[in-house]
């Protein structure tokens, strides 16, 4: 096994991970939903980041960049509609553990320089988009 | 005053985030890049104000 | 490994396709369609299409779902009328 | 018809399509191994106009022409759209309700302002280079905009939005590309050739006109999701119908309807 | 795995407009048609995928290196922000219909026809 295969074997664990993820969006409670979407957008950004590694396009970081920006936008949004921003420890520790563990290797194997500074960049956003919208006592807004 | 103040902090550092956003720097992309920041650093602006005072 | 990674993301694509057509009510069918939506871009990645995987993203994550947020809060909002109301504001035809 | 007869018809025709389809699966050259004799011309015709993106290439160079339909499409849809959901004379207005918003999400929306404009900007410029292109790039730029929504109400959108400028906007992109393919032909060309000087590949001034062209594109698809999304905004926040009462507009919907079991107590 | 993809996309088109057949409310109608959308683009980028390619990027990659196709590519990449905007188009109508009809549920609008 290669290193790129390593890297693509890695990116499995996160997609594996959206199969019950699906069941949670297509037949939990409003809540649920909501926590099930937060937590795709989170991570489909680190299956992203692993397989731009493991096809060795830094490229690829491009689409990584938009999930982490555009994700939390998507879940306000729906918070805003279904008027709930529901406390979620389990989109928090997938953010705080996994985010890191993901993009530290990720880190190390790039060397400094800009793309590791993206690469950063796009770690720190998708934790605080994570942390952000799985915060205590939040709502989406009253009305619009 | 403060105005320029808080445009040109953004200014500055989005500037910076599009020079690690882009893989090779010449004078075309710093032009593009600093009036890409220039543009999002009024809307940063425009968009604080219209939120606090509504 | 590749390969791997495409086939679970096409049978994550089916399952949420799936599930978006089997959820009738349209704000449930909104989330299903925008994991659907990042699901694709995730297969699109696998398939080597960044481009078009951007592309999906962009307009999945968000501009649909808020469009069809929109419409639903639009549709939903006049009082006293509901699903099957087909006799009940006849009058208002011009 | 009947739903249960249609539903018949369907399965008929559904059986008949699996059918057919899975024998045309089956006899299609198996998944990866196809020779792609286009695909190879087109990086042969991108690499040789110094454009390192092919598929914005393709798009915007080589056809380039098949683009102005799509962007016509997209033209005219937003127009429709835009005509559909216009204020009908019965109609009133009234001013949006201000909502209070949970201090973190607001200042995450508002940081996040800027940061996504620039990293959609960022997509549309570098579409000849790396993947992206106006019509990603638009779309992104465009939500961008829209986190002002979250970070406070349609009100504060309102405030930054000016509407006309970006309905003019949407216009000028379309026109942008269609005065770009007309100066190929004062140039001497055929429509929409590739006149200007190539650049240096993987750099922001290669491709040509594509470059000018995936500009253009950029801001008519981000004018377009702007102004089809302002319609949306209008129409769910704004705009009342004759009949409707005065109450608050988030709990009075969908009285029979299938909707109400969505809402859980927050 | 060779034919599976394909198999995939037919799939996603047949629930797709099984959805739009047995739908009861024009919104949810609209949302399976942007489902039989989505097999489209499944079945194009199907197609043009080679085993060992990357993406036809040349910014990070060297000139000579084995490619998917392009062209299919580029087919779908506008096919999905127009298909954005046509979506818009037809939550527009849905909008109208209810103002003129005061329903969203294509049978009832079918009877009140005649």
């Not at chain 1, 809540?31 to 979407?37: E, P």
């Not at chain 1, 953010?95 to 990720?106: D, E, H, K, Y």
């Not at chain 4, 033209?75 to 019965?90: N, P």
């Amino acid at each position: 096994m290669s290193t790129s295969d390593g890297w693509l074997a890695a990116a499995l664990v996160p997609l594996l991970a959206l199969v019950p993820v699906l069941w949670r969006i297509a037949y939990g409670s409003p809540k649920d939903r909501l926590i099930g979407q937060n937590l795709t957008s989170l991570l489909a950004g680190l299956v992203l980041l692993l397989a731009a590694r493991g096809f060795h396009r830094t490229s690829y970081n491009d689409v990584a960049l938009v999930v982490s920006v555009l994700g939390p936008t998507g879940t306000l949004i729906y918070a805003r509609f279904l008027d709930v921003l529901p406390d979620s420890r389990l989109v928090r520790w997938t953010a705080l553990a996994g985010v890191p563990a993901t993009v530290l290797p990720l880190c190390v194997a790039t060397g400094p320089g800009r793309a590791m500074v993206k690469l950063l960049l796009i770690g720190a956003l998708l934790i605080a988009g994570s942390v952000v919208t799985s915060g205590r006592g939040g709502k989406g807004g009253v009305t619009a | 005053m403060t105005a320029v103040l808080e445009v040109l902090v953004w200014w500055a550092a989005l500037t910076g985030i599009w020079l690690v956003l882009i893989s090779t720097v010449d004078p075309l992309e710093l032009l593009v890049g600093s009036a890409s920041a220039l543009a999002a650093a009024m809307l940063a602006r425009a968009g604080r104000r219209a939120v606090a005072d509504r | 490994m590749t390969d791997v990674l495409i086939v679970v993301a096409l049978l994550l694509v089916a399952g949420a396709a799936t599930a978006a057509v089997l959820n009738r009510d349209p704000v449930r069918q909104a989330l299903v369609l925008s994991f659907l939506g990042l699901t694709l871009a995730l297969l699109f990645t696998f398939l080597q299409a960044p481009d078009v995987a951007l592309s999906q993203l962009a307009v999945g994550s968000a501009v649909t779902p808020l469009m069809i947020l929109l419409t639903v809060r639009k549709v939903r909002r006049r009082p006293g009328s509901g699903g099957d109301g087909a006799d009940k504001p006849a009058g208002r035809e011009r | 018809m009947s739903s249960r007869v249609r539903l018949w018809v369907f399965l008929v025709g559904a059986a008949g399509f699996a059918a057919l389809f899975a024998a045309a699966c089956f006899d299609l050259p198996a998944f990866g191994t196809v020779p792609h004799p286009y695909g190879v011309r087109a990086v042969h015709a991108a690499l040789s106009h110094h454009t390192a993106n092919v598929i914005a290439s393709v798009n915007f160079d080589l056809r380039a022409f098949d683009t102005l339909g799509e962007e016509s499409i997209l033209f005219s849809a937003v127009i429709g759209t835009v005509v559909l959901l216009r204020q009908a004379r019965d109609e009133h207005r009234k001013d949006p309700e201000p909502a209070t918003v949970h201090p973190p999400v607001r200042r995450f929306a508002l940081l996040t302002l800027p940061f996504a404009l620039l990293v959609g900007l960022y997509v549309i410029a570098h579409g000849q280079v790396s993947p992206g292109g106006g019509f990603q790039g638009g779309v992104v730029t465009a939500t961008a905009l829209h986190l002002l929504y979250i970070a406070a109400d349609y009100r504060a959108l309102e405030r930054v939005r000016p509407l006309t400028l970006y309905e003019i906007g949407e216009a000028a992109g379309e026109a942008a590309y269609v005065i770009t393919g007309f100066a190929a032909v004062l140039a001497g060309s055929a429509f929409l050739t590739n006149v200007l000087p190539f650049g240096t590949l993987a750099t922001l001034s290669s491709g040509g006109t594509a470059m000018v062209l995936n500009a253009a594109v950029g801001l008519e698809v981000t004018s377009g999701i702007v102004v089809l999304l302002a319609r949306f905004l209008d129409q769910a926040v704004e705009i009342e119908d004759p009949g409707e009462d005065d109450g608050s507009p988030r709990h009075t919907g969908g009285g029979g309807g299938n909707g109400d079991d969505e809402r859980e107590p927050a | 795995m060779t034919v599976l993809p394909y198999l995939v996309a037919g799939w996603i088109f047949l629930i797709g407009v099984y959805g739009l057949v047995t739908s009861r409310d024009l919104i949810h109608a609209v949302g399976c048609l942007a489902v039989t959308q989505s097999s489209t683009y499944v079945l194009l980028l199907a197609v043009g995928y080679r085993n060992g390619g990357t993406a036809p990027v040349f910014a990070d990659a060297p000139t000579n290196s084995r490619v998917v196709d392009p062209v299919v590519q580029a087919l779908a990449l506008t096919d999905i922000v127009v298909g954005a905007t046509v979506t818009a188009l037809l939550l527009a109508l849905v909008v109208q219909l209810r103002k003129r009809h005061g329903t969203v549920d294509p049978d009832a609008l079918s009877e009140l026809k005649g």
